[in-house]
């Protein structure tokens, strides 16, 4: 059985629900890359996509009464590799979730794929599927650098893939990754230069961090130092802003009007229902918010989905957990919040956290008026020491 929890201060009244998003998590990966700390798991075998299919159909069929007459805005496949299921596959989940939720028309809908010859040759058959957004993960246009983080794909790859993706999908985003492994200002700005030039409508550019149970973490690489790291972020954000991307959230960076929507959900605190191993939700209903966590292992979700039972974790938020939540969140947007949006996404009075905000306000961490509610720069730069201040 679920491990259920139930906060008796949560003592929320929602007068009127979020946006709701649906992600599905597909947990395998060719390799295991040495940086990442996401629910992924090494190929071995047979992918079991029947199977798994049928666990994702399960697992939304017993998730429905949650969102009973809800719409469903986006949708999002991640991983894991996600482009490793065959365009078959990704049809017949969309075709399950099509038959189970009410889908607006103009529904967003992603998939994360990685370069490389039996992918990239996938994805007119996603296009076709319904998919009409490809997140591709480049990470690196060097090949050394690519050697150095695990990738699967070389250089070449990465070019065709992007060539590839845009002649499929006039909705693109690229993923890349600075601050690596013995890299150099130039090297850095001719990743972002090269990305540039394909013009993507979104770019993701992460900071290369050492996350536990990583084998960086376990044995760290030579990475910049946090100046040389810092004049590399500098470099990206002029480089994008000179391109007339808009740097719209932390690591995200957009041309004029196609930021993601799904991901704007997720910092806007809007609800988002996962399915699929390690699948995170959040739900609002009148009088609480829930999170809950899916099975990790895919062999144990798969069997828990199938009974019917996949949800290890499913803990009610509590009151004094909820701005942190928040704030977690909106303060990763460049332009803030309306206080109004608080309001109405936590049932609480922006007053239940004045004395926060004047701390952050006073440190220059945050800037507001009366209506919005924004991080200063200084505010985006030191974000960990701004969202302490809202911890409970």
Same mark, same amino acid.
């Given at each position: 059985?679920?491990?259920?929890?139930?906060? *008796?201060?949560?003592? +929320?009244?929602?007068?009127?629900?979020?946006?709701?998003?649906?992600?599905?998590?597909?947990?395998?990966?060719?390799?295991?890359?040495?940086?990442?700390?996401?629910?992924?798991?090494?190929?071995?075998?047979?992918?079991?996509?029947?199977?798994?299919?049928?666990?994702?159909?399960?697992?939304?069929?017993?998730?429905?009464?949650?969102?009973?007459?809800?719409?469903?805005?986006?949708?999002?496949?991640?991983?894991?590799?996600?482009?490793?299921?065959?365009?078959?596959?990704?049809?017949?989940?969309?075709?399950?979730?099509?038959?189970?939720?009410?889908?607006?028309?103009?529904?967003? #809908?992603?998939?994360?794929?990685?370069?490389?010859?039996?992918?990239?040759?996938?994805?007119?058959?996603?296009?076709?599927?319904? +998919? @009409?957004?490809?997140?591709?993960?480049?990470?690196?246009?060097?090949?050394?650098?690519?050697?150095?983080?695990?990738?699967?794909?070389?250089?070449?790859?990465?070019?065709?893939?992007?060539?590839?993706? /845009?002649?499929?999908?006039?909705?693109?985003?690229?993923?890349?990754?600075?601050?690596?492994? @013995?890299?150099?200002?130039?090297?850095?700005?001719?990743?972002?230069?090269?990305?540039?030039?394909?013009?993507?409508?979104?770019?993701?550019?992460?900071?290369?961090?050492?996350?536990?149970?990583?084998?960086?973490?376990?044995?760290?690489?030579?990475?910049?130092?946090?100046?040389?790291?810092?004049?590399?972020?500098?470099?990206?954000?002029?480089?994008?802003?000179?391109?007339?991307?808009?740097?719209?959230?932390?690591?995200?960076?957009?041309?004029?009007?196609?930021?993601?929507?799904?991901? /704007?959900?997720?910092?806007?605190?809007?609800?988002?229902?996962?399915?699929?191993?390690?699948?995170?939700?959040?739900?609002?209903? *009148?009088?609480?918010?829930?999170?809950?966590?899916?099975?990790?292992? *895919?062999?144990?979700?798969?069997?828990?989905?199938?009974?019917?039972?996949?949800?290890?974790?499913?803990? +009610?938020?509590?009151?004094?957990?909820?701005?942190?939540?928040?704030?977690?969140?909106?303060?990763?947007?460049?332009?803030?919040?309306?206080?109004?949006?608080?309001?109405?996404?936590?049932?609480?009075? #922006?007053?239940?956290?004045?004395?926060?905000?004047?701390?952050?306000?006073?440190?220059?961490?945050?800037?507001?008026?009366?209506?919005?509610?924004?991080?200063?720069?200084?505010?985006?730069?030191?974000?960990?020491?701004?969202?302490?201040?809202?911890?409970?």
């Amino acid at each position: 059985m679920a491990n259920i929890s139930f906060d *008796p201060l949560t003592g +929320v009244r929602l007068q009127a629900l979020p946006p709701l998003s649906l992600y599905v998590h597909i947990p395998w990966c060719i390799r295991k890359c040495p940086y990442c700390d996401f629910n992924s798991h090494e190929q071995k075998g047979g992918l079991q996509e029947a199977r798994y299919i049928d666990a994702l159909t399960s697992d939304l069929d017993y998730a429905l009464p949650n969102i009973w007459g809800r719409k469903v805005y986006s949708i999002f496949f991640g991983g894991g590799t996600p482009s490793l299921f065959s365009a078959e596959g990704i049809d017949r989940v969309l075709a399950n979730i099509r038959a189970r939720v009410s889908l607006d028309p103009d529904a967003e #809908i992603t998939l994360e794929a990685n370069p490389g010859t039996f992918e990239f040759e996938k994805f007119r058959g996603f296009r076709a599927a319904g +998919v @009409n957004r490809l997140s591709i993960g480049i990470q690196s246009f060097n090949a050394a650098h690519l050697k150095a983080l695990g990738r699967v794909h070389d250089a070449d790859e990465a070019r065709r893939a992007v060539e590839i993706g /845009l002649a499929h999908f006039d909705n693109l985003n690229l993923d890349l990754m600075f601050a690596l492994p @013995n890299q150099t200002p130039a090297e850095c700005e001719a990743d972002v230069a090269t990305a540039i030039g394909f013009a993507p409508p979104h770019l993701s550019i992460y900071h290369l961090t050492l996350e536990p149970n990583t084998l960086f973490h376990r044995f760290p690489p030579a990475l910049p130092d946090d100046d040389l790291a810092a004049d590399m972020q500098q470099m990206i954000a002029g480089r994008t802003a000179a391109a007339r991307y808009g740097h719209y959230e932390t690591s995200a960076y957009a041309q004029p009007n196609r930021q993601s929507r799904h991901n /704007l959900n997720y910092w806007r605190f809007g609800d988002y229902l996962g399915i699929g191993a390690g699948a995170h939700s959040k739900i609002s209903f *009148p009088d609480r918010i829930v999170r809950q966590v899916r099975f990790k292992q *895919p062999a144990q979700y798969m069997e828990a989905a199938l009974a019917g039972n996949a949800i290890q974790e499913d803990k +009610v938020v509590g009151m004094k957990e909820l701005p942190f939540e928040f704030m977690l969140n909106a303060l990763r947007l460049a332009e803030g919040f309306d206080i109004g949006l608080f309001e109405e996404r936590t049932g609480l009075s #922006i007053a239940n956290i004045r004395r926060q905000l004047d701390a952050a306000e006073s440190r220059g961490l945050v800037e507001r008026d009366l209506a919005r509610i924004r991080p200063t720069e200084q505010g985006r730069r030191f974000q960990n020491d701004l969202l302490e201040l809202f911890l409970p």
